[in-house]
């Protein structure tokens, strides 16, 4: 086997245990039941990146007659809301399992036989394999926030994460040219192509993810209450939504506690606060003299190398992310203290922006300056322009195949169940 074919192997058997993992931990009713109608049923993700996998693998790039073609309509995320999944005619679990099983054969007799030198953009790289990777990966990463959402017995584990270290509180970035997205990342999709250059002003950027102590600080000083820190249409929706704290915060008369699958512990005041909508991180920001970084910002922080002057893969150079880099791939069920990986750090000493949380940037999710949609309209075009913020960096749900300094992330401002926190900026 070849090293790229082993490699696509491996990344497709890592996403499979992982998705194994967090639909075998649960019983065959938790499965089929929605947890939240903002999340589909674990046993739809299931069915469903199965089915992707047979559209793009077994039929396009190998020409295989379809396995299934009876139920590409029920896992089609365009064609059903997530709330009104449960009331499809799904897959049992057991049907699931199987066809997902099935699909996986034939998708590994595919890999073994492509050529990878035909010309065709699609497996050049082996493209369409790593897209499929990380497919599955963020639906993994969906269906952990899910079981975050869920109610009952605590059914995963895993070991607490590094303790935290000293940092600076905030790193000026230069002004300056630098290179934005990649030509030359093999896997990279549509949205984060083409490499472009863009000029930055001089900025100061947190040296870490505001913290849950700081975050209590803002909460402390009467932030959820004053108008003053919160945009108009911010402040509307907290009054709506009667945002009080982060989502699975729980006030106690000794203070303040969280909800972390299935567990409720004290709030530690060293981890990078999660669970808060945009509206909230910019309400803090403003609340601490700061702003949210823009896109280019965050990107410039995360990639530039001020020495050579050219863009990284990753602040700490180019080899993928290591156990000392970052907080990736749910090896942890939480975010690391501040200062915990200061083998991730960029060389201007700006720590975590890969892994942890999620980061909301300023930015709305644009075209970068001659995109083209590849190899479908539905995974970037159509949604540009709508009302979306860009998250960068990843966080501890997600996996390494799926989070890089160039990948980029988008959610409507209000969301709070995926793993989201933030930074903040200011003009220097």
């Not at 696509?8 to 499965?31: F, N, P, Q």
């Not at 499809?88 to 030198?117: C, G, H, I, M, N």
């Not at 509307?236 to 945002?243: F, M, P, S, W």
């Not at 892994?355 to 995109?371: C, K, L, M, Q, R």
């Amino acid at each position: 086997m070849s090293d790229l074919r082993l490699v696509i192997a491996t990344e497709l058997e890592r996403a499979r245990a992982r998705t194994a993992l967090l639909t075998d931990a649960v019983d065959d009713d938790d499965l089929t039941r929605q947890h939240s109608p903002l999340m589909s049923p674990l046993v739809w993700d299931l069915a469903h990146v199965g089915n992707q996998e047979e559209l793009w693998l077994v039929r396009d790039v190998g020409g295989r007659d379809p396995v299934r073609h009876d139920i590409d309509e029920l896992y089609d995320a365009f064609k059903h809301a997530r709330s009104d999944r449960p009331a499809l005619p799904l897959l049992s679990p057991a049907e699931a399992r199987a066809y997902t099983a099935r699909v996986r054969d034939k998708a590994l007799d595919v890999l073994d036989r492509v050529r990878f030198d035909q010309g065709r953009r699609l497996v050049d790289g082996g493209f369409a394999f790593g897209m499929i990777v990380q497919h599955e990966q963020q639906h993994d990463e969906t269906m952990l926030a899910t079981h975050q959402l869920r109610g009952g017995t605590p059914v995963l584990t895993a070991p607490a994460p590094p303790a935290g270290g000293e940092t600076a509180a905030e790193v000026l970035i230069d002004a300056g040219r630098f290179t934005m997205g990649t030509d030359t990342e093999p896997w990279a999709l549509d949205n984060e192509r083409p490499a472009h250059p863009v000029d930055v002003g001089a900025f100061w950027i947190d040296a870490t993810p505001v913290t849950n102590g700081a975050y209590l600080a803002f909460m402390d000083a009467g932030g959820y209450d004053d108008p003053r820190w919160w945009s108009e249409r911010g402040w509307r929706y907290r009054q709506k939504a009667d945002l009080t704290a982060p989502l699975h915060w729980i006030r106690d008369a000794g203070g303040w506690l969280r909800s972390r699958f299935g567990h409720v512990e004290p709030v530690r005041a060293d981890e990078p606060v999660v669970h808060v909508c945009f509206f909230e991180a910019e309400a803090y920001a403003a609340w601490a003299g700061k702003r949210l970084p823009t896109e280019a910002e965050w990107e410039k922080a995360a990639r530039w190398d001020p020495a050579t002057g050219r863009s990284r893969r990753y602040p700490w150079g180019d080899d993928p992310p290591g156990l000392r880099h970052a907080n990736l791939g749910q090896r942890h069920l939480s975010p690391a203290p501040a200062g915990a990986y200061p083998d991730g750090a960029s060389p201007q000493g700006v720590h975590q922006l890969i892994g942890d949380v999620w980061e909301w940037t300023s930015s709305g999710f644009h075209a970068y300056p001659g995109f083209s949609a590849f190899p479908y309209r539905e995974y970037s075009e159509v949604f540009f322009g709508g009302d979306y913020r860009v998250l960068r960096g990843g966080s501890f749900g997600t996996d390494a195949a799926a989070c890089r300094g160039t990948f980029r992330n988008w959610d409507h401002p209000i969301r709070r169940q995926i793993f989201s926190g933030f930074r903040c900026a200011r003009d220097a």
